[in-house]
């Protein structure tokens, strides 16, 4: 008997399995066959039909769920001996390794997982904590003010995002963004031409500022809340230490301070939204000129520096 199986099915068909219908009970039964006959089907064929479609998508959805099931173990056995060198140069080997994990883990790695973002939340604060007790015993003569520059200089974003790099924790970040990705290559890239700190002349990813306090806060739950045994770890990840005899000022800071000494009148001219660039004027002339469009900050840096050194440069003095 001929059928029309590779037909694509008329519109009577498609509701014969609508929840709506109740093709299956004694009585139209009879009528169901006697249509289907009518048209090349048996009701055995159609039955057989739906068992197989159902069959196949059995195996389709768990051929996925394996699928899906690998590559989470594959991702979570990559990462375990990974973050077992972190240990070791971190020269701390936590009790809960799930604290270590967490301390790793941007946002973005897949979704609903826990991330570092409560752990930075604490490493922020202890590592303000440790650096602050640090400094007050070692610069006893110093004022709150002078404390409080170096202080920032030894965690602000640039600082800690150095101290990921040269301790290679970025290596081990787990994140799924590509632009982040990017931003922290052109960051190591630019390390080189500022050996120690360039004061706001590039541009640092905060999520490598990020993974340092997350670690520091991962070691300080870890450890049972002891500052000395945070400090400890943190402290070697900190070297070199910024130091008052290395110290730099804010070139921002550096170029009002010679332009006021002097009777200077100084200008800056925001064009980042246009060009992502500022320019400095001084005494009606330009000065300097910063561009940076992934962040306004670091273009008036740049700007700001472009134009202190011309201006100490033409007056004679030394930089």
């Not at 600082?159 to 787990?174: G, Q």
């Not at 320019?279 to 740049?302: F, M, Q, S, T």
Request: charge should be positive; hydrophobic fraction near 40%.
């Amino acid at each position: 008997m001929q059928t029309n199986m590779g037909c694509a099915p008329s519109s009577w068909m498609r509701s014969l399995f609508s929840p709506s219908k109740n093709w299956f009970s004694a009585q139209p039964i009879k009528a169901l066959s006697t249509r289907l006959r009518d048209h090349g089907f048996s009701l055995g064929d159609l039955l057989r039909a739906r068992r197989v479609k159902e069959q196949a998508t059995n195996v389709l959805f768990n051929k996925i769920s394996l699928l899906l099931q690998k590559e989470e173990n594959n991702l979570r056995t990559e990462a375990l001996p990974r973050l077992q060198e972190v240990e070791e140069i971190l020269g701390y080997t936590f009790k809960n390794s799930d604290l270590l994990e967490e301390a790793f883990t941007h946002a973005s790695y897949q979704e609903k997982c826990l991330s570092y973002e409560r752990l930075e939340y604490v490493g922020d604060s202890v590592l303000n904590i440790l650096i602050t007790k640090e400094q007050y015993f070692l610069y006893p003569n110093f004022p709150p003010g002078a404390l409080s520059s170096l202080r920032s200089a030894n965690v602000d974003t640039e600082k800690l995002a150095r101290v990921a790099v040269k301790n290679k924790l970025h290596k081990y970040l787990r994140l799924r963004q590509p632009v982040l990705r990017k931003q922290i290559g052109d960051f190591v890239a630019a390390l080189p031409k500022y050996p120690l700190h360039s004061n706001g002349l590039i541009d640092a990813p905060k999520v490598l500022a990020d993974v340092v306090e997350s670690t520091i806060g991962a070691i300080f739950i870890d450890s049972n809340s002891s500052l000395e045994t945070t400090w400890e770890v943190a402290k070697g990840l900190l070297q070199p230490i910024i130091t008052p005899e290395v110290l730099q000022t804010h070139p921002v800071k550096k170029l009002y301070e010679t332009c006021q000494k002097h009777g200077l009148k100084l200008q800056l001219v925001d064009l980042w939204s246009k060009e992502g660039a500022y320019e400095v004027i001084v005494d009606k002339n330009l000065k300097g000129r910063g561009k940076c469009r992934a962040k306004k900050e670091v273009a008036l840096n740049r700007a700001a520096n472009n134009a202190y050194i011309k201006v100490v440069t033409k007056l004679g003095l030394k930089q």
